[in-house]
């Protein structure tokens, strides 16, 4: 019965923690809005959630393992949508900007 209990404390809380990001990755995907997010901290979570990951999966698979592969999923999507709608944008609307200068005229 004792070792039943921390093994129930630990599905419980996988599923507060993931039911807890759930809301921020669907408002990620749905407004496509990340400019709140910073590139750096997603790139350090990702790095960090990787090294993590050597000490994570030595250990016998549990409630730990779901947890920790469900925050990797939802860091690589946040850096990854960081990427794409945000870094992208930026980027576009800077050349925009250079090319307009050039021409001498807005798109």
Same mark, same amino acid.
């Given at each position: 019965?004792?070792?039943?209990? !921390?093994?129930? $404390?630990?599905?419980?809380? &996988? $599923?507060?923690? %993931?039911?807890? &990001? ?5 408002? %990620? @995907?749905?407004? *496509?809005?990340?400019?709140? =997010?910073?590139?750096?901290? @997603?790139? @350090?979570a990702n790095v960090g959630n990787?090294? +993590?990951? #050597? =000490?994570?999966?030595? #250990?016998? !698979?549990?409630?730990?393992?779901? #947890? +920790?592969?469900? +925050? ?10 960081? @990427? *794409?709608?945000? =870094? #992208? ?8 900007? %250079? ?6 005229? !807005?798109?």
């Amino acid at each position: 019965m004792n070792s039943a209990l !921390p093994v129930l $404390a630990g599905i419980v809380s &996988t $599923a507060i923690f %993931a039911s807890s &990001t759930f809301p921020m990755l669907a408002k %990620a @995907l749905r407004t *496509r809005d990340l400019r709140s =997010y910073s590139l750096g901290n @997603l790139a @350090l979570a990702n790095v960090g959630n990787a090294v +993590h990951s #050597l =000490y994570v999966f030595s #250990l016998p !698979p549990g409630p730990l393992w779901a #947890l +920790h592969s469900f +925050h990797l999923g939802s860091t690589v999507f946040m850096l990854v949508w960081y @990427l *794409r709608f945000e =870094y #992208l944008r930026h980027r576009e609307n800077s050349q925009g900007s %250079a090319e307009e200068e050039l021409v001498g005229c !807005p798109r």
